[in-house]
């Protein structure tokens, strides 16, 4: 298993603070880059909840942010990540649609967004390793 998604699971099982999902995919790689928790903490603050509107998963939204702080950040990487992305889930890469399809399928939602959170760094990770940047 990856350190960032073992980093991931470690605050996924925080109760007090609560780790978004975005939160939960971005701060694995932003606290190797020496970036603060309380920052990243802040500026994924909106990223949980699907953009907190059941739009964009924060778990989607926290790879896509974690390769552009790498510099991975033209629209052919973007593209890349989403149709990873796209390949697990090609429903919908929207929070709503994401947990309406796992409750209907009788799941529970924390590990199902955990599950999705591992997905992201494993795809953000595999893409920064390609560039060379991990």
Do not use: W
Not at 47 to 74: I, R, S
Not at 75 to 87: L, M
Not at 116 to 132: F, H, K, N, S, T
């Amino acid at each position: 298993m990856s350190k960032y998604i073992h980093r991931a699971q470690e605050l996924r099982a925080i109760v007090t603070p609560h780790y978004n999902c975005g939160q939960a995919v971005i701060l694995p790689f932003a606290e190797e880059m020496g970036i603060p928790t309380e920052l990243v903490m802040r500026f994924a603050a909106n990223f949980g909840g699907g953009m907190k509107t059941g739009a964009l998963c924060g778990a989607v939204a926290g790879g896509v942010t974690v390769l552009a702080l790498y510099g991975l950040d033209t629209p052919e990487y973007t593209a890349e990540y989403y149709a990873r992305v796209r390949e697990k889930h090609p429903e919908s890469i929207d929070c709503k649609p994401l947990l309406t399809r796992n409750a209907e399928m009788g799941n529970e939602k924390k590990p199902f967004c955990d599950g999705l959170v591992y997905e992201c760094i494993a795809i953000a990770e595999d893409m920064l390793r390609q560039a060379g940047k991990i």
